[in-house]
T-cell receptor, first 109, second 112 residues
Framework: AQRVTQPEKLLSVFKGAPVELKCNYS??????LFWYVQYSRQRLQLLLR??SRESIKGFTADLNKGETSFHLKKPFAQEEDSAMYYC???????????FGTGTQLKVEL | KAGVTQTPRYLIKTRGQQVTLSCSPI?????VSWYQQTPGQGLQFLFE???????NKGNFPGRFSGRQFSNSRSEMNVSTLELGDSALYLC???????????FGEGSRLTVL
């Protein structure tokens, strides 16, 4: 069965410091990985997906099939990055996603 | 474009009752998915509908059911409510790109 693990419930960093939100997955097939973000009082929204290999709001994520990881990184954290981040795994055949339990990122001044 | 709209936003039911939640997707989106969010289990996939057909189903009991209409609007129903069904139920619509979902604000169900 597919599984997504986000080991940190809370990650606190200072403004300007690098950020790395960890995500590991378990899936025997070809995975599709996503990062979703929920800012305070806003809806859950897509941040980025591995297939597009793009940088959104300074965030990047690389799929490492050998380590079954899809960590989210940003070189310099900003206050507006404070939010809940969810890693999600798509297993093909539609929009069924398996979400991790989320990491609350807090950027302190 | 209007976002995904869910109604009602809040509701309180008692054990044994049933509830119906509604979701209007973004115009043009044919896929509608439902998720249950609880503090203990996080976000769990319930089911997905595409062009009125259930395309995927999660691991929930048969008390949880859904349907989609020809205009892509979707409803989910929970029968014989249990205390553990208290949760935020999120609806998400998608166009064609797998995994690119647009979420609603959710319907918060409290079962007493």
């Amino acid at each position: 069965a597919q599984r997504v693990t986000q080991p940190e419930k809370l990650l606190s960093v200072f403004k300007g410091a690098p950020v790395e939100l960890k995500c590991n997955y378990s899936y025997s097939g070809s995975p599709e990985l996503f990062w979703y973000v929920q800012y305070s009082r806003q809806r859950l929204q897509l941040l980025l997906r591995h297939i597009s290999r793009e940088s959104i709001k300074g965030f990047t994520a690389d799929l490492n099939k050998g380590e079954t990881s899809f960590h989210l990184k940003k070189p310099f954290a900003q206050e507006e990055d404070s939010a809940m981040y969810y890693c999600a795994l798509g297993t093909g055949g539609g929009n069924k996603l398996t979400f991790g339990t989320g990491t609350q990122l807090k950027v302190e001044l | 474009k209007a976002g995904v709209t869910q109604t009602p936003r809040y509701l309180i039911k008692t054990r044994g009752q049933q509830v119906t939640l509604s979701c209007s997707p973004i115009s043009g989106h044919r896929s509608v998915s439902w998720y249950q969010q609880t503090p203990g289990q996080g976000l769990q996939f319930l089911f997905e509908y595409f062009s009125e057909t259930q395309r995927n189903k999660g691991n929930f009991p048969g008390r949880f059911s859904g349907r989609q209409f020809s205009n892509s609007r979707s409803e989910m129903n929970v029968s014989t409510l249990e205390l553990g069904d208290s949760a935020l139920y999120l609806c998400a619509s998608g166009q064609g790109v797998t995994g690119e979902l647009f979420f609603g604000e959710g319907s918060r169900l409290t079962v007493l």
